[in-house]
């Protein structure tokens, strides 16, 4: 992936909190919608060889917030996986949102579903 796409499916999950204070508010545009759908499929389809679903839920949340807070994997606490997974993880959800907004060549979107 690209690092400028990279960047901005990253800023995408960055502001999520302040689009949902803007949906919950009644004053979202039709990209808040389509990047909050985009980000929340990408979210929810995370981390699919993790058989538990509670523990697949706390990743999902600390991968979202490595990347929300800006916070490295020595500092989350417990992840239930090791650092490479996790950084795996976390990668494979950015590309996930770019994939979902249409940021990617078809090329690459079929390379990341193998």
């Known amino acids: 992936m690209d690092e400028d ?3 901005i499916a990253k800023r995408l999950i960055q502001s999520s909190e302040k689009r949902k204070k803007r949906i919950r508010n ?13 980000v929340e499929d990408a979210l929810h389809s995370s981390c699919d060889n993790i058989s538990c679903p ?20 020595e500092h989350m606490g417990e992840t239930y996986c090791g650092r490479r997974q996790f950084y795996e993880y976390r990668n494979e959800f950015i590309m ?4 979902n907004m249409g940021m990617l060549p078809t090329k690459e979107r079929k390379a990341g579903q193998n």
Do not use: H, T, W
């Open 26 to 38: 009644n004053k979202e545009s039709e990209f808040d919608l389509l990047a909050d759908r985009a």
């Open 54 to 73: 509670i523990i697949r839920k706390q990743v999902q949340g600390k991968i979202y917030k490595s990347i929300v807070q800006y916070m490295p994997y």
């Open 5 to 7: 796409v990279k960047m």
């Open 96 to 99: 996930a949102v770019a994939d």
